[in-house]
């Protein structure tokens, strides 16, 4: 159990167009959902996180109007990269965490590796 | 600054022997540890957790240690195996009151299993 899918998994994009990426939670309700970016050799960096049915929390230094984050059902959330750029190409990972009684642990997505050029 | 840290890169063993993860962090908030294990390209796979009520935490060939007073944690697999090859992430939660719970991650280790 506990099974979270993204797609696509990788994307080649042009600058200043936009890039949808979906998070969906197979097996369980995702109370909140997390996104997260991770440059070669760094650690996980938390974007934004959002709960169903409101608006995103963004973490500070994270352009909201440039990662627009949509959690529209229990299952699945999107970030749109808005007019991208080059210094955007990284992989970004969702994560989903179902809550009492599944737990507090996150269950993570394999990944979206963004390119733009 | 970083909360959580994880100060070896890289970690090479043989296989059979123990493998010995560190991590320490700095946020005396923080009361639920996580180890994730992360292949390259794909995403973090949960291992084992730990609340900040215990010491030990033990599943199967995974043992997680937490020293409040140090505030320090290790996680220790016992026999190393080659597909243990791998990054693994030591991360934390604070204990804010808000129902987000975010997670704090270290920087990571790589792990190496000699066969």
């Known amino acids: 159990g506990a099974v979270v899918s993204q797609h696509p998994s990788w994307v080649i994009c042009k600058s200043g167009t936009s890039v949808k990426i979906e998070c969906r939670s197979l097996?369980?309700?995702?109370?909140?959902m997390f996104w997260y970016r991770q440059f070669p050799k760094q650690s996980l960096m938390l974007m934004a996180t959002?709960?169903?049915?409101?608006?995103?929390?963004?973490e500070q230094g994270v352009e909201k109007d440039k990662f627009l984050i949509n959690h529209a059902s229990l299952t699945l959330s999107t970030l749109t990269v808005t007019s991208a750029h080059p210094e955007d190409s990284s992989f970004y990972i969702c994560s989903a965490r179902g809550g009492v009684p599944r737990g507090y642990e996150q269950y993570f997505g394999p990944g979206t590796r963004l390119t733009v050029t | 600054d970083q909360q959580v840290k994880q100060n070896s890169p890289s970690l090479s063993v043989q296989e059979g022997r123990i493998s010995i993860l560190n991590c320490d962090y700095t946020n005396s908030m923080f009361d639920y540890f996580l180890w994730y294990k992360k292949y390259p390209a794909e995403g973090p796979t949960f291992l084992i957790s730990?609340?900040?009520?215990?010491d030990k935490n033990e599943d199967g060939r995974f043992t997680v240690f937490l020293n409040k007073s140090a505030k320090h944690l290790s996680l220790h697999i016992v026999p190393s195996q080659p597909g243990d090859s791998a990054v693994y992430f030591c991360a934390a939660r604070g204990n804010s009151g808000g129902s987000n719970y975010k997670l704090t991650f270290g920087k990571g280790t790589l792990l190496t299993v000699n066969p």
């Open positions: 097996d369980f309700q995702a109370t909140t």
């Open positions: 959002s709960n169903e049915g409101s608006k995103a929390t963004y």
């Open positions: 730990i609340s900040s009520i215990k």
